[in-house]
């Protein structure tokens, strides 16, 4: 049977053609049970505080960094969304004068606009952020060299190759979209092969680092997260680190500190991992088939799933 059309972009798959029972599960979902959805292979932490949250979420930048030798080095996959733990991950590198020269860093992903990665000077560069708000904050002597940031462009070759050069990714950290995106992973367009179903799992997990066409709602998320609600300025293209890169990764780990994605996607994502329901529709539930994967939320934004009228 054809599944329903979604209810917000009908040429695009998205959550909202999962099945009635599926939705109306995760909305029954307490605080206190998303903290049992824990199981092998998932943990979900809640913090009492944004201080606490943000610390621990730029802390897992130096417990990866501090594992790194020059024989055997180390690296983290870093978002941009959320950004406010890498002021934080440059001030303990710091003040704790932690020298981290063979570790190493990989960009989740670059806007893609006019056939190439938007340059480093653009406003909404992600690259830029990451240099601005942490590696040029971090003294010279103990700073990650060039050569060991890898950041996506659209010739994806070199940073592929990045991920098979030796070095081992301990953790990918992210965060979550609208549309239950990590990365850019996005559903796909509802058309050709994909138009009654969407792709198959196994199928999704073979997807490289890539340009990716954006679905509409994150479009709309990025104009209102960073453009002040200006969709025009926010690009309809981007290149992703993929599932093959982040099945790579030791570990995934998903920071919620209720800015990005609503009370409701907190609670379906971590529904569905928790009991391996994987569909595409929904690209982080397919986190229920890696080995370890992490839901940290702050308390306090994880809000309510119920009519409130504003």
């Given at each position: 049977?054809?599944?329903?059309?979604?209810?917000?972009?009908?040429?695009?798959?998205?959550?909202t053609?999962?099945?009635?029972?599926?939705?109306?599960?995760?909305?029954?979902?307490?605080?206190?049970?998303?903290?049992?959805?824990?199981?092998?292979?998932?943990q979900v932490?809640?913090?009492?505080?944004?201080?606490?949250?943000?610390?621990?979420?730029?802390?897992?930048?130096?417990?990866?960094?501090?594992?790194?030798?020059?024989?055997?080095?180390?690296?983290?996959?870093?978002?941009?969304?959320?950004?406010?733990?890498?002021?934080?991950?440059?001030?303990?590198?710091?003040?704790?004068?932690?020298e981290?020269?063979?570790?190493?860093?990989?960009?989740?992903?670059?806007?893609?606009?006019?056939?190439?990665?938007?340059?480093?000077?653009?406003?909404?560069?992600?690259?830029?952020?990451?240099?601005e708000?942490?590696?040029?904050?971090?003294?010279?002597n103990?700073?990650?060299?060039?050569?060991h940031?890898?950041?996506?462009?659209?010739?994806?070759?070199?940073?592929?190759?990045?991920?098979?050069?030796g070095?081992?990714?301990?953790?990918?950290?992210?965060?979550?979209?609208?549309?239950?995106?990590?990365?850019?992973?996005?559903?796909?367009?509802?058309?050709?092969?994909y138009?009654?179903?969407?792709?198959a799992?196994?199928?999704?997990?073979?997807?490289?680092?890539?340009?990716?066409?954006l679905h509409?709602?994150?479009?709309?998320q990025?104009?209102?997260?960073?453009?002040?609600?200006?969709?025009?300025?926010?690009?309809?293209?981007?290149?992703?680190?993929?599932?093959?890169?982040?099945?790579?990764?030791?570990?995934?780990?998903?920071?919620?500190?209720?800015?990005?994605?609503?009370?409701?996607?907190?609670?379906?994502?971590?529904?569905?991992?928790s009991?391996?329901?994987?569909?595409?529709?929904?690209?982080?539930?397919?986190?229920a088939?890696?080995?370890?994967?992490?839901?940290?939320?702050?308390?306090?934004?994880?809000?309510?799933?119920?009519?409130?009228?504003?």
């Amino acid at each position: 049977m054809t599944r329903r059309l979604s209810s917000i972009a009908p040429d695009w798959w998205d959550y909202t053609t999962l099945p009635a029972e599926i939705v109306a599960a995760a909305a029954r979902l307490t605080p206190r049970d998303l903290e049992k959805l824990s199981r092998p292979g998932f943990q979900v932490t809640c913090y009492d505080t944004l201080q606490d949250f943000y610390l621990a979420e730029a802390l897992e930048y130096l417990e990866a960094w501090r594992q790194s030798t020059d024989d055997n080095p180390v690296g983290i996959c870093g978002p941009i969304g959320p950004t406010e733990q890498l002021p934080l991950v440059a001030r303990l590198v710091n003040s704790l004068n932690v020298e981290i020269r063979s570790a190493h860093f990989w960009g989740m992903d670059e806007w893609y606009v006019d056939g190439r990665e938007v340059p480093a000077t653009h406003p909404l560069s992600f690259e830029k952020a990451d240099r601005e708000l942490c590696f040029n904050r971090i003294r010279k002597n103990l700073r990650l060299p060039d050569a060991h940031l890898h950041f996506p462009k659209a010739d994806t070759r070199a940073y592929r190759q990045s991920w098979n050069a030796g070095v081992r990714c301990a953790i990918m950290q992210g965060g979550q979209g609208d549309v239950k995106h990590w990365a850019f992973n996005d559903p796909p367009p509802r058309k050709g092969p994909y138009k009654n179903a969407p792709p198959a799992p196994a199928e999704f997990r073979k997807l490289a680092t890539r340009v990716v066409d954006l679905h509409p709602m994150t479009i709309a998320q990025n104009a209102r997260t960073s453009g002040g609600g200006n969709i025009s300025l926010v690009p309809t293209q981007a290149i992703s680190v993929g599932p093959l890169e982040t099945w790579q990764a030791e570990t995934v780990s998903i920071w919620h500190a209720g800015n990005h994605d609503n009370a409701f996607g907190q609670r379906l994502t971590a529904y569905m991992i928790s009991k391996r329901i994987v569909d595409t529709a929904v690209p982080m539930s397919l986190l229920a088939e890696h080995p370890n994967v992490k839901f940290n939320y702050f308390r306090g934004g994880i809000g309510v799933c119920q009519i409130e009228m504003h």
